[in-house]
């Protein structure tokens, strides 16, 4: 048996009992697809997952990537070069395409669900994987060259990279000062160092096509200051035939030059890469001939900012059943019942309150997360689908772009700290050794609330860009939805103190972001009693709603949850799926009742936030 527990039950639920996909699929661009066919794509990557992917999850981690720096090559470890070829040659990766590029096309909600179960067995692969999605990124955005590209790179399974990062420009993307000069025929060449590059280089594909970030040099009307001066490259490792796709022989100027030793993912390869080496120039080509590379990168960190999400909930979800299993048998100490006789049996740790307190929450916490990713992945499938018809759904589109980083950044958070603190901590000393998968859980999952923009700027993009900037509509059209689910009298009598501490919750949400509205307003030089640091105030909160936001939404989705659940209830059920349904009532009911509370705590917090940690001298720190 692998380490990777799945929780396909719960995944199903969400997709058809809370979100009704069912009524996404067999219509439209999925007529072919019907629920039976999506139930069983479900189980076999399940099957997959559980067995295949997760075989090489510890191994890879003990024997990670070996790097020649003479030859700047990597060798990948046996074990997971055979994971990575099952999840290949199963075609799993063809779901997020489109039928041009060989795809078979499905709603993000079933990608994001086929997701999940390949993330939560191995990270790893799914990330090495990418390379066609990137391709599907060069198509929507390419020239016919490019669309060539695109197809070359699908067909032959090339892999791909995303590459923003330099040295001294992490966070600060505008800051980069990788140049790109032109060619008299028309491509090329970059010269700079990048870092933190994923999977810039191993040997599980022929080729490997690098996406990036560079500013054009002596190009009127590009290659000015900031984000909005980078253009988006593609740069292939070998050169190839444009026409066959065979590699030509010839080694382009991209060079990894150093692969970072890790905390966690260690079979992931993280790289610095260096372009133009020895006199061998590295040569690109400007996607799609326009100068529009940031806007065309954000649609592959919007792809991977979700990933990041996915893959920390999936994790956070294996760790939980790992210590449930656990829990169930480990035997210590009496119940604390009889704690003051000697002689009293010995009992499983399940029996003890702060396990069933520490498990509860990890599970409510799984389930509310689970919901907020796949609700998302629902308000994608509106956005593709009008797409699809030719017209766009701009409150879909908008509501997408404000639960981003809330799955990104609230799911990594939470998943982590959750890990650590709950899931290991359940194995007491047990948890620490390498015996159980849970201490690579924790080193593994860190690193999903730094990459993909950390968690500080997740804040910011929430509230300057998805709340401000968006002048609060798509939060405005939750907030509806949440107050009317608490209007409704869903749950029929039985959530009645679990709607009303949603209600106090999206009160106390709403009283943080109209204070730190008002303390952004006071920022703004030429308004009553303007000083422009009160925008400090904002970021000394940014963060914070970030989390409290998240808490709502998963409260709100697990409450909806618990209606369909006692619902369930009323009919005849099988015991298993009586105790599934008894389990996502008890778990909406956990979370209204000690997550949700805590809100109160932080408004406060919020709203008595001052300047003084921003006055303070650094001396004093
Ligand atoms: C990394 C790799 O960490 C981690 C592992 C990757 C694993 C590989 C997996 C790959 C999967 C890919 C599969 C692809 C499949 C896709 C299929 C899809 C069909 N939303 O506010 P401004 C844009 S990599 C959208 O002024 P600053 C927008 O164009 C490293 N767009 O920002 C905007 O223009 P406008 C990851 C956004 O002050 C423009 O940027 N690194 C958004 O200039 C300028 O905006 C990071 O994530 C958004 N939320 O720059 C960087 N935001 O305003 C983190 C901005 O006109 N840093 N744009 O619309 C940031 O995000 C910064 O906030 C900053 C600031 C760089 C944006």
């Excluded at 980069?176 to 060619?183: C, D, H, S, V």
């Excluded at 061998?280 to 100068?291: M, Q, S």
């Excluded at 709950?422 to 690579?440: H, I, K, M, R």
Aim: glycine share 10%.
């Amino acid at each position: 048996m692998t380490h990777y527990r799945s929780n396909l039950r719960d995944i199903t639920f969400n997709l058809f009992e809370l979100l009704d996909r069912d009524a996404v699929l067999g219509t439209g661009p999925y007529a072919d697809l019907d629920h039976e066919t999506a139930v069983a794509v479900l189980e076999e990557v399940e099957h997959l997952a559980s067995t295949e992917l997760a075989a090489s999850f510890a191994d890879s981690d003990r024997r990670p990537p070996v790097f020649d720096p003479q030859t700047h090559a990597v060798t990948m470890p046996e074990s997971f070069k055979r994971s990575y070829r099952a999840y290949m040659n199963a075609g799993w990766f063809r779901l997020e395409l489109p039928a041009e590029l060989g795809g078979q096309p499905t709603p993000p909600s079933l990608q994001w669900s086929v997701a999940e179960l390949a993330l939560g067995a191995n990270p790893a692969v799914y990330m090495y994987a990418s390379g066609p999605g990137l391709g599907h990124v060069i198509y929507l955005n390419g020239t016919q060259r490019d669309r060539r590209i695109a197809q070359i790179m699908v067909d032959r399974q090339w892999g791909g990279t995303m590459v923003l990062t330099e040295p001294d420009a992490g966070s600060d993307v505008g800051a980069g000062r990788t140049r790109a000069i032109p060619q008299p025929d028309g491509s090329w060449h970059i010269e700079g160092v990048k870092r933190f590059i994923t999977s810039a280089e191993h040997d599980l594909t022929e080729n490997i096509l690098h996406l990036v970030l560079a500013r054009p040099y002596g190009v009127e009307g590009a290659g000015g200051p900031g984000t909005k001066g980078l253009s988006l490259f593609i740069v292939p490792k070998y050169d190839f035939d444009l026409d066959t796709g065979e590699l030509t022989g010839e080694r382009n100027g991209v060079f990894v030059t150093g692969v970072e030793k890790k905390m966690g993912i260690k079979v992931s390869t993280t790289c610095e890469l260096t372009f133009g080496i020895d006199g061998v120039p590295a040569k690109g080509y400007l996607l799609g001939d326009v100068h529009n590379g940031i806007a065309q990168m954000f649609q592959i960190i919007e792809h991977a900012r979700m990933m990041v999400g996915t893959k920390a909930i999936a994790t956070l979800s294996t760790g939980y059943l790992n210590a449930l299993e656990y829990a169930k048998t480990r035997v210590q100490g009496p119940d604390l019942a009889q704690s003051a006789d000697k002689t009293a049996p010995r009992v499983r740790i399940i029996s003890h309150p702060d396990i069933r307190r520490s498990l509860m929450t990890q599970k409510s916490f799984v389930e509310g997360m689970r919901s907020l990713v796949l609700y998302t992945a629902s308000i994608q499938d509106r956005v593709v689908l009008a797409k699809q018809s030719g017209t766009a759904d701009v409150g879909a589109e908008r509501l997408n772009d404000l639960l981003l980083p809330i799955v990104k950044g609230y799911g990594s958070e939470r998943s982590w700290v959750l890990l650590g603190t709950e899931s290991l901590q359940t194995f007491g000393g047990s948890g620490f050794v390498a015996d159980y998968p849970l201490e690579q859980y924790v080193r593994d999952a860190k690193i999903d609330t730094l990459y993909e923009g950390t968690t500080a700027i997740q804040g910011q993009d929430l509230f300057f860009r998805k709340i401000i900037r968006d002048r609060g509509q798509a939060l405005g059209a939750l907030s509806e939805e949440i107050g009317a689910f608490v209007a409704s009298g869903a749950g029929n009598g039985q959530l009645k103190e679990e709607r009303e501490l949603l209600q106090r919750a999206l009160d106390d949400v709403g009283a943080i972001i109209a204070s730190m509205v008002g303390q952004l307003q006071s920022s703004v030089p030429g308004s009553p009693s303007a000083d422009v640091r009160n925008i400090y105030l904002v970021g000394l909160n940014t963060t914070r709603l970030l989390m409290v936001l998240g808490d709502l939404i998963c409260g709100w989705l697990l409450l909806r949850s618990a209606e369909i659940a006692l619902d369930a209830l009323n009919r005849d059920l099988p015991e298993a799926e009586k105790h599934f349904y008894e389990g996502k009532v008890a778990s909406a009911r956990w979370f209204a009742r000690t997550v949700l509370p805590k809100i109160s705590a932080e408004r406060v917090i919020a709203e008595g936030t001052d300047n003084g940690v921003m006055d303070l001298a650094e001396m004093a720190f």
